[in-house]
């Protein structure tokens, strides 16, 4: 899937994945990695999330990387904040207060971009991905997240064979297939999602969402 295709999405205003709410779950969940506050939060994929005001409002500092300059440009001007803009090797760095946004492509980042990145918050990038770059990003992006990195990461699970994604399905046992060997990954919670509620995905007879706690090790 290539970098002009979420790029197009956003010109398109085809951003249905997009929450005019922080998301439920992560308020529900996030409490239990008891982060310490002013602790970096990494936030791959992140579009222009409502998640990343929350986390500042909790005294978290914040690492978003995002393809689409346009989902940055908003998310600032929607917060009514005028950031500061740097360009270094991993793409414009848009920063703001403790909110820090990085146009480029989380699949250049490295350690040295992520190294005081004490915890990871997924919850729109693993399930965008197709099968093959969902294993290079497990083996990429997260690789370079550091020791003792604390994650919550949210999925989505349905017939595949019911309909193409994004959003794809990624059942559990992929989640630990790709984890399982840098992360000590927890199955938090797993509910259905009704079709009467706005996050249904179309086409699908039944769609479930799930929460996993990780921990780098």
């Known amino acids: 899937m290539e970098p002009t295709f979420w790029q197009q999405r956003w010109r398109d205003n085809q951003i249905g994945f997009h929450q005019a709410t922080p998301t439920p779950l992560l308020l529900k969940y996030w409490p239990s990695l008891d982060l310490a506050a002013g602790s970096r939060v990494f936030v791959p994929l992140a579009g222009k999330s409502l998640d990343m005001a929350w986390f500042a409002a909790q005294g978290h500092r914040v690492l978003g990387v995002e393809l ?19 360009d270094t090797r991993y793409g414009s760095h848009y920063r703001a207060g403790p909110i820090e946004i990085i146009v480029g492509d989380a699949f250049g980042l490295d350690s040295d971009a992520l190294q005081d990145c004490a915890a990871v918050f997924d919850r729109a990038a693993l399930i965008a991905l197709p099968p093959d770059l969902r294993h290079r990003y497990a083996g990429a992006v997260y690789a370079h997240l550091p020791s003792g990195c604390r994650g919550l990461m949210i999925t989505l699970e349905y017939d595949q064979a019911e309909r193409d994604g ?33 996050g249904f995905v179309g086409g699908v007879s039944r769609l479930d969402t799930a929460v996993y706690r990780l921990q780098r090790r």
């Open 166 to 198: 994004p959003p794809f399905s990624v059942p559990e046992e992929e989640v630990h297939a790709l984890f399982d060997r840098d992360w000590a990954v927890t199955r938090l919670d797993r509910r259905p999602i009704p079709p009467d509620h706005p």
């Open 68 to 86: 689409s300059r346009l989902a940055v440009e908003q998310f600032f001007a929607e917060h009514g904040a005028q950031p500061a803009i740097e």
